[in-house]
């Protein structure tokens, strides 16, 4: 670790990263305020009305409670099943674990658009297009390979011995996962659960194409479909892309203590 | 209590076979250490014992029940882990009630049985605190808490005090031993360090690639040890072997090299010109002008005594003196071994010849 005072290179090295990081959202700012159609330019009029309008004479709020419920069963889904698999991978060895558990990787490398044509045709055969099923269903498919392999790292980092000590104790081994092995858990399920989360709410290829009809569509769609309806309303797309950054931004603020125990568990012992 | 019996018990991961048939029979109350190097499925055993690991062959008894087949939390056994394996989301109390919730016990009955065990092991004043908030020794003192507060059958202990440094050791080792008089709960002990196994043990099983080498009192193992292995693994430090020839005509004697020969007090089942090994403590020698010369290499005073590492013919041996001697590098002393307390060993199984 360097303790040496910072040279004065490094504070311009990181003015420069965090002007990069800033700026557009600056911008998006200033055009979410601006009630004309610029976008290079402002009017140099300021105003809320781009909010006004997006809060209550669109469908925003309910593309935000869909993308909310989606996201978070999205989200419990993935955990659970993860949760399960990552147990499974970490404490028990069995024949072909690290085959499957390369596969699982491999899978999760597709390109989301080798697969959505035959996505659709299944979704449209179940008719489930334009319901919340076939999102959760997706999603939860398309994370789980990933929070998998996050979990088990994080599981591998719990020693064996205090679930030993528990069921020594007198646990069974649901009982020593529950109460032993899960709560030491949390800090990588928050940050695994977040990771999640944040997809979900910034995927767009997906759900346009499995739940596009007006009244089932989420954030992403529904500021997508401010481009083509008169022209593209750049004051409310910005307006409404403020609003949509604020629920995960939220999170992380609230969440961000256990997400850096989580991310950075077992890195330093 | 109970007594716990162990038949025949083999141990394979897969087709490698770890432990080779075992029989250990623990009394009731009695305190055994297994004790061996690294590997040598001493830990693999406690764990067998435990529930941890599952028992390919033989059986094992706690009291009168086999407990092959029964899981961990019904045989009654409590067990110290070498990590404490503390429950780091639950205080020092909830760490040490926890077994006792998961029986049932009223909350009163809990409380009051955590209080005395904390108090036995002066941790009256931590109960609030968590695991991590607590010092090396500390956190071993609670892991012995969560064991005791249950009055199990038998106590298993599992390399407990490598995590400490040497002076807490030697403390915790006291503890230990202090705790199993009052308590007199059955107690397997497994540690690598033959001076915990010599210092706490009533009874000693010494194990060596899956099989017991030898079992006995600490000192019966230290004056008669049942081979080589053990003669050399018990005791520090640890015995010369002295390889050379037995010769029974006239006075017997052990030949090493040309010119140089040490007597033998008794020679057991050696024939005159057999091949063997001389086992002598380094601190069974005693200065002596009529002895056989060795040649010093290195001293290491220690205050209370001195180790000489030396030169006998071609082979080095290693002499510990009680009283306060210097010596030079190079320099020529004589030396002679209590004949009495000497050993013979087969060159080739290394049985003990004079056991």
Not at chain 1, 69 to 92: D, E
Not at chain 2, 132 to 148: D, E, F, H, P, T
Not at chain 2, 183 to 211: F, N, R, S
Not at chain 2, 261 to 275: H, V
């Amino acid at each position: 670790m360097f303790r040496d005072k910072a040279p004065s290179w490094a504070y311009f090295a990181l003015l420069l990263t965090s002007f990069g990081a800033v700026a557009p959202l600056a911008w998006l700012f200033l055009l979410s305020l601006d009630p004309n159609q610029g976008v290079a330019s402002t009017s140099g009029i300021y105003s809320l009305k781009n909010y006004a309008s997006v809060l209550f004479q669109s469908m925003m709020g309910q593309y935000f409670l869909n993308t909310t419920i989606v996201a978070l069963m999205t989200v419990f889904c993935t955990l659970s099943c993860a949760t399960l698999g990552a147990y499974a991978a970490s404490r028990y060895r069995f024949r072909g674990r690290e085959p499957i558990m390369i596969g699982l990787l491999l899978a999760s490398m597709t390109p989301v658009i080798a697969v959505l044509v035959p996505l659709y045709a299944m979704a449209a055969k179940l008719q489930l297009l334009n319901t919340y099923s076939i999102l959760v269903i997706v999603f939860t498919a398309w994370q789980l390979p990933g929070t998998l392999w996050l979990i088990r790292s994080f599981m591998n980092s719990i020693p064996a011995e205090l679930e030993e000590a528990a069921l020594v104790d007198g646990c069974g081994r649901a009982r020593a996962f529950f109460r032993i092995v899960l709560p030491q858990l949390v800090p990588g399920l928050v940050a695994s659960g977040l990771i999640v989360f944040v997809y979900v709410w910034n995927e767009f290829i997906i759900a346009v194409s499995l739940s596009a009809k007006q009244d089932m569509r989420l954030v992403s769609v529904g500021l997508y479909f401010y481009l083509s309806d008169f022209g593209v309303e750049w004051g409310k797309i910005a307006a409404g892309a403020i609003i949509s950054i604020i629920p995960p931004a939220m999170l992380f603020l609230f969440l961000q203590r256990q997400l850096i125990h989580g991310l950075s568990a077992g890195a330093v012992k | 209590m109970a007594t716990v019996e162990i038949r025949a018990v083999k141990k394979a991961y897969s087709d490698t076979p770890v432990i080779h048939g075992v029989d250990v029979d623990i009394q009731d109350g009695e305190f055994v250490v297994l004790v061996g190097p690294s590997g040598c499925g001493k830990s693999t055993l406690l764990r067998m014992i435990a529930g941890l690991e599952s028992i390919s062959g033989g059986e094992i008894r706690i009291g009168e029940r086999v407990i092959n087949d029964v899981p961990p939390k019904d045989r009654d056994i409590a067990m110290v882990f070498q990590n404490y394996a503390l429950y780091p989301h639950m205080t020092v109390a909830e760490n040490m009630g926890f077994s006792l919730k998961l029986r049932k016990m009223a909350k009163p009955e809990i409380a009051a049985r955590v209080k005395s065990a904390a108090e036995i092991l002066s941790l009256a004043h931590l109960l609030d605190r968590y695991p991590r908030q607590l010092s090396g020794g500390q956190r071993q003192r609670v892991a012995m808490g969560r064991a005791i507060v249950r009055d199990p059958q038998v106590f298993l202990f599992d390399e407990p005090l490598s995590n400490l440094d040497a002076k807490l050791r030697v403390q915790m080792r006291t503890e230990i031993k202090e705790l199993h008089q009052r308590l007199k709960t059955t107690t397997v002990y497994v540690t690598h360090d033959q001076i915990e196994a010599m210092t706490m043990a009533d009874k000693i099983v010494v194990m060596h690639d899956g099989i017991v080498e030898q079992i006995g009192a600490p000192l019966d193992l230290y004056d008669r040890p049942a081979n080589q292995f053990v003669a050399g693994f018990i005791g520090s430090p640890s015995m010369n072997f002295i390889k050379g020839q037995v010769r029974l005509e006239g006075t017997p004697r052990f030949e090493v090299g040309e010119h140089i020969a040490l007597p033998l007090d008794q020679a057991g089942d050696a024939t005159d010109g057999q091949e063997a090994i001389f086992g002598l403590r380094p601190e069974h020698v005693r200065l002596d002008p009529q002895g056989v010369p060795i040649e010093v290499l290195v001293t290491e005073p220690t205050g209370s005594e001195i180790l000489v590492v030396a030169r006998l013919g071609k082979q080095e041996i290693n002499c510990l003196f009680r009283e306060r001697l210097s010596f030079s590098p190079g320099e020529v002393i004589k030396i002679s071994p209590r004949p009495e307390v000497s050993h013979l060993f087969d060159a080739s199984s290394g049985r003990s010849l004079t056991g």
